[in-house]
């Protein structure tokens, strides 16, 4: 299916830049930014303004919340438009595109399970986020995986259960995911990381964000790549006209993408651009 969806593509693309014009869709972390650095590889930032110099446009697409999105400095100058959260949160300067929240009542039964059994859990709400880490493990990881000091970002749980919940990040395994998320089927879960996951509002995924973002600046969605690492990029690969996997990312991503480039620290991001002839 995939291989198809990228002959149909490719059939269609222009042998200039000048004809047809791409909007590009980038996670953050292993993607545009290295795990090893914490920074964007210079050949990224230069492949992106050369991306935008030929017309194409830059979008970011990532798990983040907005107050976490600390570390794109280099290039922020250059980004029409922002998919966060998995999705649950789009935006285009001011303007919100699409906010997707939790119901209220699967916030309550995670909040209360990571109480019960002494998991960590990010509680991400319309404008602050909560931080429950009876261990510890919450912060250490954000801190040494990409370079965040959530703490610093922290609110009162009651505080941010006051508002819209738009995301939840517990902190437990892979197999009592699948357990907790059959009690929350208005849910869906993304898992990048082997200590966590994603839990978002269903619908609201990377890929349902890119297609927002596209239906509402009218961009023809046969002309989006979505680049991207780990398991939460999933859906925005295969929704994207073209996915990009990372040289570094993992390997079932790797087998639903149309293409995989080179490692993020390898200048995969430059060398994707010039496979296709963008840059």
């Given at each position: 299916?995939?291989?198809?969806?990228?002959?149909?593509?490719?059939?269609?693309?222009p042998k200039n830049n000048q004809q047809v014009k791409y909007a590009l869709f980038f996670d953050i972390d292993g993607t545009l930014v290295s795990f090893k650095t914490h920074e964007i590889p210079?050949?990224?930032?230069?492949?992106?303004?050369?991306?935008?110099?030929?017309?194409?446009?830059?979008?970011?697409?990532?798990?983040?919340?907005?107050?976490?999105?600390?570390?794109?400095?280099?290039?922020?100058?250059?980004?029409?438009?922002?998919?966060?959260?998995?999705?649950?949160?789009?935006?285009?300067?001011?303007?919100?595109?699409?906010?997707?929240?939790?119901?209220?009542?699967?916030?309550?039964?995670?909040?209360?399970?990571?109480?019960?059994?002494?998991?960590?859990?990010?509680?991400?709400?319309?404008?602050?986020?909560?931080?429950?880490?009876?261990?510890?493990?919450?912060?250490?990881?954000?801190?040494?995986?990409?370079?965040?000091?959530?703490?610093?970002?922290?609110?009162?749980?009651?505080?941010?259960?006051?508002?819209?919940?738009?995301?939840?990040?517990?902190?437990?395994?892979?197999?009592?995911?699948?357990?907790?998320?059959?009690?929350?089927?208005?849910?869906?879960?993304?898992?990048?990381?082997?200590?966590?996951?994603?839990?978002?509002?269903?619908?609201?995924?990377?890929?349902?964000?890119?297609?927002?973002?596209?239906?509402?600046?009218?961009?023809?969605?046969?002309?989006?790549?979505?680049?991207?690492?780990?398991?939460?990029?999933?859906?925005?690969?295969?929704?994207?006209?073209?996915?990009?996997?990372?040289?570094?990312?993992?390997?079932?991503?790797?087998?639903?993408?149309?293409?995989?480039?080179?490692?993020?620290?390898?200048?995969?991001?430059?060398?994707?651009?010039?496979?296709?002839?963008?840059?």
């Amino acid at each position: 299916m995939y291989c198809s969806r990228l002959l149909v593509t490719l059939h269609s693309k222009p042998k200039n830049n000048q004809q047809v014009k791409y909007a590009l869709f980038f996670d953050i972390d292993g993607t545009l930014v290295s795990f090893k650095t914490h920074e964007i590889p210079p050949s990224t930032v230069f492949a992106l303004v050369q991306a935008k110099a030929n017309g194409h446009k830059v979008f970011v697409s990532t798990g983040r919340p907005p107050l976490i999105i600390t570390n794109l400095g280099a290039i922020e100058h250059l980004i029409d438009g922002y998919v966060t959260i998995n999705g649950a949160l789009c935006f285009v300067g001011d303007k919100v595109v699409r906010c997707m929240d939790i119901p209220r009542d699967a916030v309550q039964l995670v909040v209360k399970d990571a109480q019960e059994k002494n998991y960590g859990l990010i509680v991400v709400g319309e404008k602050d986020m909560a931080v429950l880490d009876p261990k510890g493990e919450a912060e250490q990881l954000f801190r040494a995986e990409i370079d965040v000091e959530i703490a610093l970002k922290a609110k009162p749980l009651d505080v941010v259960l006051g508002q819209r919940i738009l995301q939840l990040t517990p902190f437990f395994s892979e197999a009592y995911e699948h357990k907790l998320m059959k009690r929350i089927p208005s849910c869906t879960s993304g898992r990048w990381h082997p200590a966590f996951t994603d839990i978002t509002a269903k619908g609201a995924d990377k890929g349902e964000g890119i297609g927002a973002m596209a239906a509402h600046l009218g961009l023809d969605f046969r002309y989006t790549i979505a680049f991207g690492d780990g398991g939460n990029d999933s859906s925005m690969i295969k929704a994207a006209g073209i996915g990009v996997a990372m040289g570094n990312a993992l390997e079932s991503l790797k087998a639903e993408a149309d293409y995989t480039t080179t490692s993020v620290d390898n200048d995969g991001v430059l060398n994707a651009l010039r496979h296709f002839e963008l840059v």
